[in-house]
Structure formats: structure tokens, C-alpha cells
DNA sequence: TATGCATACCAAAGCGCTTTGGGTGTCTCG
DNA sequence: CGAGACACCCAAAGCGCTTTGGTATGCATA
């Protein structure tokens, strides 16, 4: 059933069969009426790609997804913000666009969306450093939103973090209060600008204290569960281990925990553990007790927040970037405990 | 730059120049040339919408993703399926299309999906028992392959599904011949057609032994860290607590392990666990060795061939329906033991 | 009676592509 | 030398929608 099946079988054009159900005033309520429950009848639905190619607009938002090239690892947290976006667009009739890719060759794909027009905006995920994407999509000209941000200059197009850099100075600080002196930090990808931002909280924190960090303490890569496991037992194997432990992800933490337990170490006791809990669904942070001391910020809500970006730039493609910081919890558990 | 634009510059037809780059015969080797050396120079990309429009495909497959309604979980397993399918869709010039929607009304989504004509075919992620999608998604005529099956009467659609009930059998007997005779089961949500199977594999093995199951030693829920957790110690707060564990995630797995280090009890000694392991990127069962005892079937794997079959249906819509039953292997780690 | 102005509708162009149904020039062969 | 055959190219229709630029009708106003 198409607009001119419906036309016809209604005896109106097709002009008025538009109008009526896009809510156009050139038509009467009588008519409308008439013209909407036909459309209701015969479950009509206006073909999607031909409303794009009148309009000009796709109703749909690209999300490019990284995939560590290196490692072949699809970031576990992409789940939950995908739920958060979806929930917004849905809400608003768009939809989403999905391209997953090797993180070495995005900036093609980019390029290749924006030509092919096939989404109104689109978002970034996981931005390095000085991300050349950014510089990309500014000059191709499509609206896009950043989930993070990327280096300095932020000022100039719309992104969404969470303040890593003071979650992590905090976390730091806390351990300090409880004694420890030797923290060992398992970061994320230190390419990846919300992991260099966690450094630098650490490291201001250490900073601020008097305290020297130890380079050979300092760990960064995917945060697999793995990644957690294998770095905490290197760290126990300094000649001077930590006491504590800075993790980036549940996952990971997850990891240290196993190196614990087979180490017969007691977490919250002989050695303190603060993670970074995005508040995944699936893996949350214990149900009514946390499980880690943990700085926690939703990535779904995060994804949330991102996706209307997108669409109120799309909206309004005039108004000044936008920026949104999100600050982060510190909730105690029970896996901090002063230091040994 | 259009169609249009190009042409002119070349001085060519349209015709010419779309005919040029889709290679087709009529056109000199030394114009296509010209051509394609022009478009890659331009960086023009056809209109997605305008091709689709023409050519009645939209080269993209829908895949709408559940979130269960009552616990706002998505399934974990879902971002490494995506990437697999990901992977033959880039390689064949498709995108894809990502509707997420709570568990509910997804009837309502995919009718919308065929009539506003956005995709050529889609996915079915977490299928129940006697799914009416499948019904549905036949009546409307919309190409689709199945991750998993749907109860009796799978000759007549396009499937991809683990052999879950064989691998359940496995490693029920494996637990019976290191002596277990009470063994418990956290399983998925029976609705769905994979933990229903499960479930009977395990009834299977009982039944072939003569052993009886224990109905309070069965449990059922959405696979999350906290449902390992909470359904471990239930059982072992059990007046004849169980000596194994067959758990139907890693992630609920790293939950029971949670509780089991919590009641001071060692994995492998005291109590043995199983796991079925999706192979999880971001969460392997231990790098070298495994952690725990697991069947294993990859995820990604699995979304790759889910990915190819709906390909071929498109391709080849006339062919009989396709089905893939995958093997799970028996992966033995260090998490079983004989009953204490 | 003529004019103005809403109101309610419509025909047709246009979005950017593919594809049908030719057309023209060159070559080959009887 | 004329007729097919072939290689190469083109104009225009059509995909399903929105939107521009109308027209016809009815009614109040001057």
C-alpha cells in the first residue's frame, strides 16, 4: 500500500492524502479524519527512503563502532549506550544506523555516510586524542555529537563526558586518606582521551600529595577482563607492590579480583580496589550492596543524553555547541580498607 | 556531487556514467576509466535513498534488539553477535539498521520495519518458545534468519542456533561422572527457546542415569553477575546444597564465583561449575587456560553465518530455508572436580 | 453586482538514482 | 557497396514521497 493506492481508494489526491496525515492545516478535519483511518486500516506507512529523498532528511543517526583492530575486542560498555540512544530515538522516530569497523580505517567510513547521505547526524564513540575525526565531520559538515571529548579545543563541537580526570583524582585521594601509598593504575587505552584524562587525575592527585607514582605501577590497555587479571599479578610481582589498585573498568576489575583470590589475597584488607562502574545492566556493581568502591557515572544515561544532542543540533543547526559534564559518584564499598 | 553534476563534468549521460560504474558491458573500458577515476576524484558516493528508491533495495538488514521491559537488561551477548554480523555485512556493501525496543511490543516494530520498506531482511535476536515474530515476519514476507530457534517446526525458516540441548546433556553427565549427583542449573529465562533446551539437555542426563532433579535447585532469570550471585548462595542456604553448578553464563558464572569466594569455598574443590561460554571478546574464559570448565560456542561467530544466511535469502529468495546447528565443545578447566 | 478572502482541494515538479528502449556510428562480410 | 552486427552512448520514465503553485467554491463585504 502506497500513497497512491490510498489516494486513489480514498478518490483524493495525493497531495491532500500527504498533507492530511502530516498534520497540514490546508486540509479539513472531516477529511483528515477520514484519510487517518484509511491510513490505519491499511496499515500505510510512507515508504522511508522516499520520504528521505523529498525531504532531504533520513530520520537516522549513524553510530560508527570502533573495533580494536589489535585486539578484535568490541567494547563492552557500546551495549548499554546503544539502549540509552535507542530509547531517545525511538521516542522521536528516528532510527539508528550501525557500522561496525576496524578503529583503523573510521575516517573512510565516515566519509563514505556523509556522501552517501544516508543519516541526518551521527555520533562518535570512544575519541582518542586529538581525534581527526572531529576535524572530519566539522568539515564535511555533518551534525555530530562525541561521546567524550577529544584533547583541547572542546569548545567547538557538541560532546558528552563524564569529569575522568576529577573521578579519578578523587578515587586517588581517597586511597591516599586510607594510608596507601603505592597505587597501581590499570587504565584503559591511554590513547583514548577519557583514559588520559583518568591518568592525569591520578597523577594530580600524587601531585598534590607529595607522593612520586611509579611508572612501573601504570598499566594501559583494553580493559578486558584478562587485562585485569594478568596486570594485577605483575604489579604483586614489583619488588614493591601496590596496596591498591585504580581500575578503569568493572571488567577488569573483575580480572583482579580472580588474581586476588588466587594470590589468597583479601580484598577491602590486604590490598584496596577502586573502580570505574558504568553502570552496565548486565554487570552491575551488586544489587543493594556495591561490590567495589567504585566512581560511577551511567553510560546509558549517558547515551541518552548524547542521542538528544544529536537531534536537537539536527533541529537547530544554528545554535551554539553544546557540552555536557557529568560528574560521578563516589560510592564505598567494601573493597577499600586502609592500607596494610 | 550527484549523478548529475558528474555526468556534466564528464560530458557524459547519466546513463552512461551510472552504467559506467556499475559495471555493466555497454560501456567502453577507456569511459569507465574516465569515470571511475572522476568519481573517486570527486568523492562521489550515490545517494543511498535515491538507489534504494530505484533499484527496490535498500541494501541494509534490520536488527531489533529486546530490552527486557522488567529489568532494562540487554543482552551482553549482543554487542559481539553485532560485531560478527557486522563484519559479512561491510564485506558485501550492507549497512545495518538497529531498532531497540523493549521486549514487548517488538511485534509492532518489525510490522513497521516491512511496511515503511527500510530494510531488505532482518535479524531475530533472543527468539522464545513458539515465537509469534516468526509467524509474523513470514505473513509480511520480509526475509529474516533466526539467531537461535523457536520451539517445534523449525524446517520452515532461516536459523542459526548452538546445539544448546546436547551441550547441557554434555556437561551434565561430565559433572555425574566425577560423582555429582546434586546438581543445580542457572539458566536463562526459560522463555526463551535456548534456555528451554537447556534445560531439557540437562533433564536429559538425569534421566538417562536415573538420578531425580530437584526442582529447587533449578533456577531461571535474565543471566545477570547479581542472578549468579543471589541463585548460588540460595542453593547452598539449601538443607542438601548441591555439590556443581551448570551455569548458563559466563557472566552469571563470575557472579557464582563471587559467592563462593564470599562462603570460603573453593572452586574446583568444593564445589565444581560449568559454564556455557559465548567467547565473549571483552570477557574471555582466561587467555592460555581456561577459568572454568565451559561449552563453548562463539557468539561471533554465530552472527557472521546468522549474517550470510539472510544474505543468501535475499539473494536467493526461492531457495529452501537454511538451518546451522553448531557444536559447542567441552572445555576443561580448572573450576570442576570430583564430589567432595 | 463585483470584489476580496478564506477554505479545501489538486496537478505537476522535483528529490537522485536505475533502467528501458532506443539511436548513432563503425566494422565486417557477402 | 549495402546490410547487418556490434559497440557505445543517450533521453526519458519511473521509484514513492513532499511541496510549490495553483484552482474552484462559498461567503461576507462594499
Given amino acids: 500500500m502506497n ?22 492545516p490546508e486540509v479539513s478535519e472531516k477529511t483528515r479524519k477520514r484519510v487517518q483511518d484509511a491510513a490505519a486500516a491499511h496499515n500505510y506507512r510512507p515508504n522511508t527512503r522516499a520520504k528521505g529523498l523529498a525531504t532531504g532528511r533520513t530520520m537516522s543517526i549513524g553510530h560508527v563502532i570502533p573495533i580494536s583492530a589489535r585486539h578484535e575486542i568490541v567494547n563492552p560498555i557500546f551495549a548499554d549506550f546503544i539502549a540509552g ?35 541526518d547526524g551521527v555520533i562518535v564513540h570512544g575519541p582518542l586524542q586529538n581525534d581527526p575525526r572531529i576535524k572530519l565531520l566539522q568539515d564535511l559538515g555533518l551534525p555530530f555529537a562525541v561521546h567524550g571529548r577529544s584533547g583541547r579545543g572542546d ?7 563524564v569529569n575522568n580526570a576529577r573521578a579519578f583524582e578523587r578515587a586517588t585521594n581517597f586511597l591516599i586518606d586510607l594510608g596507601h601509598r603505592r597505587i597501581a593504575l ?40 584478562h587485562y585485569g587479571y594478568a596486570s594485577v599479578l605483575r604489579a604483586l610481582d614489583h619488588p614493591s607492590p601496590p596496596t591498591a589498585f585504580l ?17 589468597g589475597l583479601q580484598l577491602g584488607r590486604d590490598i584496596s580496589i577502586i573502580t570505574h562502574d558504568d553502570e552496565l545492566s548486565y ?16 553510560v546509558r544515561e549517558a547515551g541518552r543524553i548524547c542521542a538528544q544532542m544529536v537531534l536537537d543540533v539536527i533541529a537547530n543547526p544554528t545554535s551554539p ?15 577499600t580498607g586502609p592500607a596494610p
Wanted: proline share 3%.
Fill in 85 to 119: 540512544a535507542g530509547e531517545i530515538y525511538s521516542k522521536n522516530g528516528y532510527d539508528m544506523h550501525l557500522t561496525v569497523v576496524p578503529d583503523t580505517d573510521e575516517a573512510r567510513v565516515y566519509r563514505d555516510i556523509a556522501s552517501k547521505g544516508s543519516v
Fill in 283 to 298: 554487570l552491575k556493581n551488586g544489587e543493594d550492596l556495591p561490590i567495589f568502591t567504585a566512581t560511577r557515572s551511567s
Fill in 247 to 263: 581500575i578503569s573498568s568493572i571488567i577488569s576489575s573483575i580480572g583482579a579480583r580472580r588474581a586476588l583470590e588466587e594470590r
Fill in 155 to 161: 569548545e567547538d563541537y557538541n560532546w558528552v563526558d
Fill in 321 to 335: 555547541p553544546q557540552h555536557r559534564l557529568l560528574e560521578s559518584d563516589l560510592t564505598v564499598g567494601n573493597s
Fill in 186 to 225: 590499570l587504565n584503559g587505552n591511554e590513547k583514548m582521551d577519557f583514559a588520559a584524562r583518568r591518568r592525569l587525575g591520578y597523577l594530580t592527585a600524587h601531585g598534590a600529595r607529595g607522593l612520586t607514582h611509579d611508572p612501573a605501577l601504570m598499566f594501559s590497555d583494553e580493559m578486558t577482563e
Fill in 3 to 24: 500513497l497512491k493506492d490510498l489516494s486513489d481508494y480514498l478518490g483524493l489526491s495525493q497531495t491532500t492524502v500527504s498533507r492530511a496525515l502530516n498534520g497540514y
